[in-house]
């Protein structure tokens, strides 16, 4: 069974500062993996969408990077602003059909003015 | 604009009580699913549906039921037999075709007293 672990839990960083997010999963036949931005009491807004054949995308000050082999996906948040503050999850999809979804328990974001 | 709509967003139940949660989605996806979120974890299916008339079981479908009488419309409906209903719960679709992102509504928020 898929699992995906996120680290850490909770951070909390200074404004300004570039972030380096963590995703690992233990089934690296997956068919791509998602990156959720979740604000407290919201749904979920997609950030970024890695295609099992991709090694990265990129959106503004996002890019995230995807390492099948090793099971690793990584969000980096460049030059983290206060609005930035809300709870990351990662999502892995193993085929592409069905439920096949598995979340991770998400990295809680705090950025300090 | 196109989006899921859920309703309500926060619902208090007694215990024994059945409660209905609405999902609407003008997005013309096929696919659609319900989640559960509890503090601090990640999202877990209870439900899916691929096309209408037909659903199936997720991870922790005990104590949920669901119809998918049209394309646009997913209820999940939490019945008394579910042990621990107080949670978030969050609605989703996905296009089947093209980026293959998962979309997802605001959220209803029960509790159970």
């Known amino acids: 069974k898929q699992e995906v672990t996120q680290i850490p839990a909770a951070l909390s960083v200074p404004e300004g500062e570039n972030l380096v997010l963590n995703c690992s999963f233990t089934?690296?036949?997956?068919?791509?993996l998602q990156w959720f931005r979740q604000d407290p009491g919201k749904g979920l807004t997609s950030l970024l969408l890695i295609q099992s054949s991709q090694r990265e995308q990129t959106s503004g000050r996002l890019n995230a990077s995807l390492d099948k082999s090793s099971g690793r996906s990584t969000l980096y948040i460049a030059a983290s602003q206060p609005g930035d503050s809300a709870t990351y999850l990662c999502?892995?999809?193993?085929?592409?059909?069905?439920?096949?979804?598995?979340f991770g328990g998400g990295t809680r974001l705090m950025v300090k003015p | 604009d196109g989006g899921i709509t859920q309703s309500p967003k926060y619902l208090f139940r007694k215990e024994g009580q059945n409660v209905t949660l609405s999902c609407e989605q003008n997005?013309?996806?096929?696919?659609m699913y319900w989640y559960r979120q509890d503090p601090g974890q990640g999202l877990r299916l209870i439900y899916y549906s691929q096309i209408v008339n037909d659903f199936q079981k997720g991870d922790i479908a005990e104590g949920y039921s669901v119809s998918r009488e049209k394309k646009e419309s997913f209820p999940l409906t939490v019945t008394s037999a579910q042990k621990n209903p107080t949670a978030f719960y969050l609605c989703?679709?996905?296009?089947?075709?093209?980026?293959?992102?998962?979309?997802f509504g605001a959220g209803s928020r029960l509790t159970v007293l």
């Open positions: 089934d690296s036949a997956i068919y791509n």
């Open positions: 997005l013309n996806h096929d696919a």
């Open positions: 999502a892995v999809k193993l085929g592409n059909a069905g439920n096949m979804l598995t």
């Open positions: 989703a679709s996905r296009d089947g075709a093209g980026a293959n992102v998962l979309t």
